[in-house]
């Protein structure tokens, strides 16, 4: 597979990470520019593992931090934009990001008020207390792995990137950030899908406030719509965020979205047997074998599946002290 990414002046570096949920090492792709020097489409992450796999793919190559000339994030998590600040600061290049996702690689994510704001809407949502201060100290170390960005600039849907050897589309692709992009180069038939279609695991929706009390993104209901819409691209070779290159996307997003039609029938089942109940009542219903650390990715596809039969008109919420709970209709 990797031969087809050779012909497009892509290199491929894998990057380790330290959570096994990302499905893998995170790629850093390098791409040759018209006018000498390298693009990135994502970054990696900013642990001393991750700067030695970059580096070390950088001096394979015969290049150094130097020749990057732009930096595409295709969302904001810190496997992915993790390492941009300090390949910005080595290069003077340029970062780009979608205006959704600025947020979240400025630091704008990470005050206090923001962490609040989503301690507020997990209590909602049925999470013990307990829960939301691991949840919290998580995220606090998380975030080490990651200096935020002063300077970004926006990443437009619809804009065409061009490289040495070809173009391709930005193609905004919500679902997993409210701001993921995605690269589509047509003429190749391959797609840079980044965490939008991996081969091994399936993308997190993860609950996203973007500032507002509750979430305006419906992360699952956005990524199906995005996945039915990929679909129809004549994909040949997709170049994914996480591990090796993969055909075949078809069959895979055939096989995702049947995965989660049985989790919504289960969590109907649960429902029908049990009558009103919180996210968080039927989390550990749907994973019993989670660890505490993992709350805000059980709680996530949780929340994103109710969301997806709410909208469907299968299942209806409602708010009595302060906590939300879904029943059917």
């Given at each position: 597979?990797?031969?087809?990414?050779?012909?497009?002046?892509?290199?491929?570096?894998?990057?380790?990470?330290?959570?096994?949920?990302?499905?893998?090492?995170?790629?850093?792709?390098?791409?040759?520019?018209?006018?000498?020097?390298?693009?990135l489409f994502d970054a990696g992450i900013g642990t001393k593992e991750g700067r030695d796999a970059i580096h070390a793919g950088f001096a394979a190559a015969g290049l150094?931090?130097?020749?990057?000339?732009?930096?595409?994030?295709?969302?904001?998590?810190?496997?992915?934009?993790?390492?941009?600040?300090?390949?910005?600061?080595?290069?003077?290049?340029?970062?780009?990001?979608?205006?959704?996702?600025?947020?979240?690689?400025?630091?704008?994510?990470?005050?206090?008020?923001?962490?609040?704001?989503?301690?507020?809407?997990?209590?909602?949502?049925?999470?013990?207390?307990?829960?939301?201060?691991?949840?919290?100290?998580?995220?606090?170390?998380?975030?080490?792995?990651?200096?935020?960005?002063?300077?970004?600039?926006?990443?437009?849907?619809?804009?065409?990137?061009?490289?040495?050897?070809?173009?391709?589309?930005?193609?905004?692709?919500?679902?997993?950030?409210?701001?993921?992009?995605?690269?589509?180069?047509?003429?190749?038939?391959?797609?840079?899908?980044?965490?939008?279609?991996?081969?091994?695991?399936?993308?997190?929706?993860?609950?996203?406030?973007?500032?507002?009390?509750?979430?305006?993104?419906?992360?699952?209901?956005?990524?199906?719509?995005?996945?039915?819409?990929?679909?129809?691209?004549?994909?040949?070779?997709?170049?994914?965020?996480?591990?090796?290159?993969?055909?075949?996307?078809?069959?895979?997003?055939?096989?995702?979205?049947?995965?989660?039609?049985?989790?919504?029938?289960?969590?109907?089942?649960?429902?029908?047997?049990?009558?009103?109940?919180?996210?968080?009542?039927?989390?550990?219903?749907?994973?019993?074998?989670?660890?505490?650390?993992q709350l805000y990715l059980t709680l996530s596809e949780v929340m994103g599946n109710l969301e997806v039969l709410e909208q469907e008109g299968r299942v209806v919420r409602?708010?009595?002290?302060?906590?939300?709970?879904?029943?059917?209709?």
């Amino acid at each position: 597979m990797t031969a087809g990414l050779d012909r497009l002046g892509v290199r491929r570096i894998p990057v380790p990470v330290p959570f096994p949920e990302a499905g893998g090492p995170a790629n850093v792709y390098l791409i040759e520019e018209e006018d000498g020097g390298v693009a990135l489409f994502d970054a990696g992450i900013g642990t001393k593992e991750g700067r030695d796999a970059i580096h070390a793919g950088f001096a394979a190559a015969g290049l150094s931090l130097g020749d990057i000339r732009r930096i595409f994030i295709s969302h904001g998590h810190l496997d992915h934009y993790g390492y941009a600040r300090a390949a910005q600061e080595a290069s003077g290049a340029p970062v780009f990001v979608h205006l959704r996702d600025h947020d979240k690689v400025t630091g704008r994510d990470r005050t206090k008020g923001r962490l609040d704001l989503y301690a507020a809407w997990l209590t909602r949502l049925g999470a013990p207390l307990h829960l939301l201060d691991h949840v919290r100290l998580h995220w606090q170390d998380t975030h080490r792995m990651a200096r935020p960005l002063e300077q970004v600039e926006p990443l437009e849907a619809g804009t065409l990137l061009r490289f040495k050897r070809f173009s391709a589309e930005v193609l905004h692709l919500p679902g997993h950030t409210p701001g993921l992009v995605c690269l589509w180069a047509a003429q190749e038939r391959v797609l840079f899908s980044d965490d939008h279609l991996l081969e091994r695991v399936s993308p997190n929706p993860l609950l996203d406030l973007e500032s507002h009390p509750e979430p305006v993104h419906k992360a699952l209901v956005e990524y199906v719509r995005s996945a039915k819409r990929v679909r129809e691209l004549p994909v040949e070779l997709v170049a994914p965020g996480h591990a090796e290159p993969f055909s075949g996307h078809v069959e895979l997003i055939d096989r995702l979205l049947g995965f989660y039609d049985l989790r919504q029938q289960k969590l109907l089942a649960l429902l029908e047997a049990q009558g009103p109940r919180t996210p968080a009542e039927l989390t550990p219903q749907i994973f019993p074998r989670a660890r505490e650390h993992q709350l805000y990715l059980t709680l996530s596809e949780v929340m994103g599946n109710l969301e997806v039969l709410e909208q469907e008109g299968r299942v209806v919420r409602s708010e009595h002290q302060g906590l939300l709970r879904f029943q059917l209709p």
